[in-house]
């Protein structure tokens, strides 16, 4: 399923978490918008039973990973209708840049804690079926997240 359909999927539900989160989690963090800053919007398509997994390394791990890579979580979030409830998961990370975004995701990729990490959650098979990500920048009249 691409983003289109996902987002007419979830209707108006869609932008309300986005703006109303980000506001809220700008004011909560203290985090200003630094000038060149991009977002990436990224769909997650589980297989079958395995959100609740793949939930839970993001909930104990995998945020605190991204963290540390200097890759900052804006949201998470789950669509409550179907096709897509029970089975996808949407987040939205800050990177500093674009650049910034690729040398994340490099590190990510080879760091020890998460190919650890990776290998022991998923021993009973992969969690993901798809992803897609989608680099986003803030508009003029956008709120500063």
Same mark, same amino acid.
């Given at each position: &399923?691409? *983003? /289109? #359909? ?21 004011? #909560? ?12 919007? /990224? ?6 039973? !395995? ?11 995998? #945020? =605190?990973?991204?963290? *540390? &890579?200097? &890759? ?7 669509? #409550?209708?179907?096709?897509? =409830? ?9 990177? =500093? ?9 490099? !590190? ?21 079926? !798809? ?12 709120? !500063?997240?």
């Amino acid at each position: &399923m691409n *983003r /289109r #359909t996902l987002l007419q999927t979830m209707g108006a539900a869609a932008i309300v978490p986005f703006v109303t989160g980000l506001e809220l989690n700008a004011k #909560t963090t203290g985090e200003a918008h630094e000038a060149g800053s991009v977002y990436e919007l /990224r769909i997650y398509h589980c297989f079958e039973g !395995k959100l609740d997994l793949l939930l839970e390394r993001f909930r104990t791990k995998e #945020t =605190k990973i991204f963290a *540390r &890579m200097g &890759m900052h979580g804006v949201g998470y979030w789950t669509p #409550t209708d179907e096709p897509l =409830k029970g089975r996808t998961l949407v987040y939205l990370l800050r990177h =500093k840049s674009r650049e910034a975004a690729t040398a994340s995701w490099d !590190k990510f990729k080879v760091d020890p804690e998460w190919v650890k990490l990776k290998a022991e959650s998923e021993a009973g098979g992969a969690f993901v079926e !798809k992803h897609e990500s989608t680099f986003l920048a803030l508009t003029d009249f956008s709120p !500063k997240v």
